[in-house]
């Protein structure tokens, strides 16, 4: 079972989880992470690291966003390696709230 980024990092961007996945699963796209599934080795590490709490298991994905697990499998092949911290996108704090992010997702 894989990890799932879900829509709470939709243009926030954070990448502390990155820093501590052994096996380098995330991928990065221009405003949110994914995780690719066939590289998670369901370690748990990176769920603790996220500062806006949107990475979960790919059978505890929160009710209405079960779409991010067909979403990070599609774009984890076409989304380019993320192995190292980066900082979060500029307006992160004003986002990190904000519920219903799904339509601001950029593929």
């Known amino acids: 079972m894989a990890y799932v980024v879900t829509e709470n990092c939709i ?3 954070f990448t502390d989880c ?6 380098d699963a995330f ?5 949110m992470l994914v995780i690719d ?3 998670c080795i369901d370690c ?3 769920v603790s690291e996220c500062p806006v709490e949107a990475i979960f298991p790919e059978d505890d994905v929160p009710a209405g966003q079960e779409s991010f697990v067909e979403i990070n499998a599609r774009l984890s092949k076409t989304w380019p390696p993320i192995i190292e911290k980066k900082s979060a996108l500029p307006e992160a704090d004003q986002w990190r709230e904000v519920p219903g992010k799904a339509q601001y997702l950029e593929e």
């Open 27 to 31: 991928r990065e796209g221009a405003n």
């Open 11 to 13: 243009r926030c961007k």
């Open 44 to 46: 748990t590490l990176c």
């Open 37 to 39: 599934p066939d590289e």
């Open 18 to 23: 990155v820093d501590v996945c052994p096996v």
